[in-house]
T-cell receptor, first 112, second 119 residues
């Protein structure tokens, strides 16, 4: 079962920042937070991951609260191509060959 | 880097026939591959874990005799849907975890998916 809670949907105006929240109140000390997204009729795409420090890459920023019970994925300047379902997943990378378990995610609609 | 391909991207078949879907890691070796299924407007559901050189591990409720998985090499896993029926129509997605390297924290890379329609 997914260990995260996300809002089912969000809208964002094109060019504005999209802030996608995720609650993971039962996260354990060894678990990382991963974010993936799935554009319609495509496979999931890795976005970013983090343990406890904020992370930034060319796609997005990840802000993790100090208690690690929640996080926010930030797309700084959303475009129409960012319309997708965004999945927040927690996993211990040292847990062997266990797969990523997907919850329902957040459907982000970027509006022109 | 870290590209996973699937073939075919879509397939239409008659009820009762078998369909084979290939999943390849193009630029890395993958000891472990995973197969997911996704119905319309639903999330990805794990079907099975495929380990190179050994039998696949199936999730509860997934018929191993219906969904045959073969992982004969470090870059190829196949899923064969045997005696397909309309209820097997779905989006099948594979993913692979690099045996070495990757992003350093166990990242899975996903294929583009295969849409199966059974008439």
């Amino acid at each position: 079962d997914a260990k995260t809670t996300q809002p089912p949907s969000m809208d964002c105006a094109e060019g504005r920042a999209a802030n996608l929240p995720c609650n993971h109140s039962t996260i354990s000390g060894n678990e990382y937070v991963y974010w993936y997204r799935q554009i319609h009729s495509q496979g999931p795409q890795y976005i970013i991951h983090g343990l406890k420090n904020n992370e930034t890459n060319e796609m997005a920023s990840l802000i993790i609260t100090e208690d690690r019970k929640s996080s926010t994925l930030i797309l700084p300047h959303a475009t129409l191509r960012d319309t997708a379902v965004y999945y927040c997943i927690v996993r211990d990378p040292n847990s062997g060959n266990t797969p990523l378990v997907f919850g329902k995610g957040t459907r982000l609609s970027v509006i022109a | 880097g870290a590209v996973v391909s699937q073939h075919p991207s879509w397939v239409i078949c008659k009820s009762g026939t078998s369909v084979k879907i290939e999943c390849r890691s193009l630029d890395f070796q993958a000891t472990t591959m995973f197969w997911y299924r996704q119905f319309p407007k639903q999330s990805l559901m794990l079907m099975a874990t495929s380990n190179e050189g050994s039998k696949a591990t199936y999730e509860q409720g997934v018929e191993k005799d219906k969904f045959l998985i073969n992982h004969a090499s470090l870059t190829l896993s196949t899923l064969t849907v045997t005696s397909a029926h309309p209820e097997d129509s779905s989006f099948y997605i594979c993913s692979a975890r690099p045996s070495i390297g990757g992003l350093g924290t166990d990242t899975q890379y996903f294929g583009p998916g295969t849409r199966l329609t059974v008439l």
